[in-house]
């Protein structure tokens, strides 16, 4: 079982990214899918967080410009950037809780870069 994610890159101050992030593999069922960030000479933060009947949950340092979605069907979890700041440059990190016949899983990606900077 693995996650991978994609979609990061540089954009300026107040541009917008779409973060993806697929899970594949020997999957039961996916609990929790989330994202968390780890900036320059700093710990990992959580960001956003989304249950598998879509209930959200975000850090108070990006509500209202960060939006998190999920597509069951595929496995996938989307983080919406929008308003982007210089704070918001980190390397981003997919979560999620798999199932599979084996066991269950607590599963992270190996981290998308988002660098903004003008």
């Known amino acids: 079982v693995q996650v991978v994610e994609s979609g990061g890159g540089l954009v300026q101050p107040g541009g917008s990214l779409r973060l993806s992030c697929a899970a594949s593999g020997n999957i039961v069922s996916i609990g929790h899918m989330g994202w968390y960030r780890r900036a320059p000479g700093k710990q990992r933060e959580f960001v956003a967080t989304?249950?598998?009947?879509?209930?959200?949950s975000y850090a108070d340092a990006v509500k209202g410009r960060f939006t998190i979605s999920r597509d069951n069907a595929k496995n996938t979890v989307y983080l919406q950037m929008n308003s982007l700041k210089a704070d918001d440059t980190a390397v981003y990190y997919c979560n999620a809780d798999v199932s599979s016949t084996w066991g269950p899983y607590d599963c992270w990606g190996q981290g998308t870069q988002v660098t903004v900077s003008s």
């Open positions: 989304i249950t598998s009947s879509g209930t959200a």
